[in-house]
């Protein structure tokens, strides 16, 4: 897994959060300039947060419950 993978990963968790963080704004009524940026911040943040954590997982090699499960129901496909 190299750079590439993680910086998707990053930004598939980055993207939605922020969408979902300013959505949420928005529909308070706070439209400000400094809300969308804080909904910004507040993404960048969870979102590496979440993507360094499995990035440590990864580098210990770790065992994750979900993805083991995961791999029981769908067998590799070649």
């Not at 706070?30 to 979440?50: E, H, K, N, P, V």
């Given at each position: 897994?190299?750079?590439?993978?993680?910086?998707?990963?990053?930004?598939?968790?980055?993207?939605?959060?922020?969408?979902?963080?300013?959505?949420?704004?928005?529909?308070?009524?706070?439209?400000?300039?400094?809300?969308?940026?804080?909904a910004?911040?507040?993404?960048?943040?969870?979102?590496?947060?979440?993507?360094?954590?499995?990035f440590?997982?990864?580098?210990?090699?770790?065992?994750?419950?979900?993805?083991?499960?995961?791999?029981?129901?769908?067998?590799?496909?070649?």
């Amino acid at each position: 897994m190299g750079a590439l993978f993680w910086l998707k990963r990053y930004l598939l968790a980055a993207l939605p959060l922020f969408l979902i963080l300013a959505s949420v704004e928005y529909y308070k009524g706070s439209t400000s300039q400094d809300d969308y940026l804080s909904a910004a911040a507040w993404a960048l943040i969870a979102a590496g947060g979440f993507t360094w954590s499995g990035f440590r997982r990864y580098q210990r090699n770790q065992a994750c419950a979900l993805c083991d499960n995961l791999a029981d129901k769908h067998p590799k496909q070649r």
